[in-house]
């Protein structure tokens, strides 16, 4: 059974900090990009960071490039999501999904009919 779960969400104010942890099981680690999305209230969901753990490839969002770092450690088939000098722009529901590579070459990396397998969300508000 595939398995993403999300943990690490929380409250916390603008300028802090959050890990977000991604913990996968049921599939190959090295045949899937792990991506993290966010869907705010109202708003539709969007890319934030992916990662290939086969090689290392990241991307990231704009708006969260220098901020957050994306990292993987593939023993544990976990994807962290390292989230600094949050906004209130940043709250959000965060997901992490997967998604076979070739599928993301195909279609995107930040596209989310890229990726599979999906995690239950994580909340993180961000309060000014």
């Known amino acids: 059974e595939v398995q993403l779960v999300e943990s690490g969400g929380g409250l916390v104010q603008a300028g802090g900090s959050l890990r977000l942890s991604c913990a996968a099981s049921?599939?190959?680690?090295?045949?899937?990009?792990i991506g993290w999305f966010r869907q705010a209230a109202g708003k539709e969901r969007e890319g934030v960071s992916c990662i290939r753990s086969s090689d290392g490839m990241t991307y990231y969002l704009d708006s969260v490039k220098g901020r957050f770092t994306i990292s993987s450690d593939n023993a544990k088939n976990t994807v962290y999501l390292q989230m600094n000098s949050l906004k209130p722009e940043d709250t959000a529901v965060y997901y992490c999904?997967?998604?076979?590579?070739?599928?993301?070459?195909?279609?995107?990396?930040?596209?989310?009919?890229?990726?599979?397998?999906w995690g239950q969300g994580t909340q993180v508000t961000v309060s000014s």
């Open positions: 049921g599939f190959t680690f090295d045949d899937y990009a």
């Open positions: 999904a997967a998604g076979l590579i070739t599928a993301i070459q195909a279609m995107g990396v930040s596209n989310s009919a890229s990726y599979y397998y």
